[in-house]
Each structure stands twice: as C-alpha cells, then as structure tokens.
C-alpha cells in the first residue's frame, strides 16, 4: 500500500470513531509506520508485518480512546507504559498535537533505542522523552511522580499489576487508560481493589469492534481520586509477583 492511500484510510477510519487528524499527523504516523516496519527485523518490534494490518491494528487501535474519552485539553503530559515500539504513545501524542509532552517508558534498551530514533525523526524530541527504565523507578522520581494527565497501556500486565505501575505517575485528576482484550472481565475485581490501595478508582470500560475483523478491544478507565501511598509502586519485578488485590 502506497503512503497517500494508507494515509488516506487512516484519516478515513479514524473518522468513524470520531476522530479527526491532520494532514500533517497523518505523515507522521506513516512515517512512524516507516521506521518500526524497518527495525523490526533488528528489534522484534511487531508481529504485524502488511501495511493495510499495521494500519488497523496499531494505529486505529491506539487513535480510537481520543474518540471515546474527550474532550481532550490542549496540553498536558502523557505516559506510555512499556511503549515498545511506540503504541499507542506516538499515534496519540502526534494526534493530540504540540501542546502535549510524552514519556515513553520502555525498559528494554534496544527498543528504546529505537524509540529515541523514532522521536527524532518524527520531530518529537522536543517534546517527548524515551526514559529505559522501568515503570516502578519512574513512579519513585519526584521529576515524573503524580505529574502525568495522562498514562496508558497496551499488552503491559493486568489491571491489578498496571494500577501500581500507572498510578503514583499520575496528578490527581488524572487518568490511567488500559488497552486491554475481551477477558477483561477476569481481571476487574483485583484491579478495582489495587487501584484503591493506590488512591484510584476503577471508572469502567468501553469497548469498540476494530474494522476489518480486528476483534475488540476493551478500554478500561481508572480515575485517580487521592495522592498514591509514599510506599507505592513496590521495588522493580515485585508488583507482578505479589500483586495487589490478588
């Protein structure tokens, strides 16, 4: 598939859900598309290798909160938790434009590696930061603890395990979304009781069918309602392997 028509059905889809972007975005993210379908042999970025897949699967699929969640402000700070090759960080910070600031937080260092390249020649890196460090060192730095509007997640870790990850990142105010699959349901109740140790609330989900025979995706809101206990997250590994809410 030729960039323009790619470029073409992105704008087209993100449309039905209701979300318009930019000529300009629109290069960006299939110039994005561009580097991760490059690398990949180099750093197993994606299984997704066709155009036409890539296009629905990462980049209609990390577009479709900004249609279900807005009204979105005209600035604030996003996080992507372990953003790998940049989904669904990248596509949303290009579509939500300048006035957002990224953390991309990636812990494997080639990856990130990428990540930094791919900042660079999206133009992003004055705005956006790759961090290799893992979730819970990010959350204990007073430069990045409870300063985030925004965190999300996509295929990191169930909810009880993401809830520590995310929330002492976020202000209060703030939002933890988790790109998560259909079984949802299996991880709700241990997710709302680690989000309230953690001052947050389990909000709901929202769900849309991809196009094309992409399955559903499931979006689960978590609001974050008070300042997150001194002792959260946990040291590194131990929020997957005594998780709270279990």
Do not use: C
């Amino acid at each position: 598939m030729d960039g323009a028509r790619w470029q073409d059905e992105l704008a087209r889809l993100g449309a039905a859900f209701g979300v318009r972007l930019s000529g300009d975005a629109l290069v960006a993210m299939w110039r994005h598309w561009q580097l991760v379908r490059e690398a990949t042999g180099r750093f197993n970025l994606t299984a997704v290798r066709e155009d036409a897949e890539a296009l629905v699967r990462h980049y209609v699929d990390s577009l479709v909160l900004l249609g279900i969640a807005g009204p979105w402000a005209a600035e604030g700070l996003l996080v992507d938790l372990g953003s790998g090759a940049g989904f669904p960080g990248i596509p949303l910070l290009v579509a939500l434009g300048p006035g957002w600031r990224g953390l991309l937080l990636e812990s494997q260092g080639k990856k990130a590696a990428f990540l930094r390249e791919a900042v660079t020649v999206l133009g992003l890196d004055g705005r956006v930061i790759v961090e290799p460090v893992r979730a819970e060192e990010a959350g204990r730095r007073d430069s990045w603890r409870e300063q985030a509007d925004l965190v999300v997640a996509r295929a990191v870790a169930p909810l009880n395990v993401l809830a520590e990850y995310g929330l002492p990142l976020l202000r209060v105010g703030g939002r933890l979304w988790a790109y998560k699959g259909p079984r949802v349901a299996e991880e709700w109740e241990a997710g709302r009781r680690a989000a309230t140790v953690l001052g947050g609330r389990l909000v709901g989900a929202r769900e849309v069918e991809l196009p094309g025979g992409a399955g559903r995706r499931v979006l689960v809101e978590v609001v974050k309602e008070e300042p997150t206990p001194a002792g959260y997250p946990r040291r590194p590994g131990l929020p997957a392997r005594r998780p709270l809410g279990a």
